[in-house]
């Protein structure tokens, strides 16, 4: 809401150098009342046809931590899922140590997190909640995954067989001929012998 009075008079197209400064009264209550709801909106604490009048700041703040809670648990949950899925499809992946320990550590603190929340301590849940996201997204993104996504056997065979085929074919054809002629060569020494 932006507060910007008429000059006396009514007429707003005045220059603000022929019009003396005047003193406005500002409704501050107003203002941050509508500052806080648009706030609290935005943090989740209220719905958007509530005011900030009706917020109990302890109570919406442990509601806060539980939305919060639930929602890196079940971010990491979906990103271990999604990370177990490609690796199933994509069979030749080697999991690094970096990757299984940040695999292990984030279902580790999702059970921490569901412990500390069935206990009531919703601070410490939300902590173990944010490392098991942390822990899963690392997982995820880990480096060493991501290029050897990014070259399966297939783009493998397609990028090497042109390469060396044409370098492996006379080198194949001249085994295939010194095999024949050393056979040839024991034929005749086994019949003369």
């Known amino acids: 809401m932006i507060y910007s009075p008429d000059p006396p008079g009514g007429d707003a197209s005045a220059s603000a150098t022929t019009t003396p400064r005047q003193s406005v009264t500002v409704d501050v209550q107003k203002i941050a009342e509508v500052f806080l709801t648009q ?9 958007s046809d509530q ?29 271990l899922k999604s990370l177990a899925s490609l690796l199933g499809q994509m069979g030749n992946i080697a999991i690094n140590e970096v990757v299984g320990r940040n695999i292990y550590e984030a279902v580790r603190h999702i059970n921490e997190a569901k412990e500390h929340f069935d206990a009531g301590d919703f601070s410490e849940a939300l902590s173990h909640s944010r490392r098991a996201w942390e822990k899963s997204e690392r997982a995820f993104y880990d480096p060493s995954l991501l290029e050897q996504l990014y070259f399966p056997d297939d783009q493998k065979f397609a990028i090497y067989v042109p390469l060396f085929l044409p370098s492996g074919l006379p080198v194949l054809m001249s085994a295939v001929k010194w095999y024949k002629s050393r056979k040839a060569r024991l034929a005749v020494t086994g019949v003369n012998s």
């Open 39 to 47: 706030f609290f909106v935005h943090l989740g604490l209220l719905d």
């Open 51 to 79: 005011r900030s009048g009706q917020i109990d700041l302890a109570k919406d703040l442990d509601t806060l931590i539980k939305k919060r809670t639930q929602m890196n648990v079940d971010d990491s949950i979906s990103t």
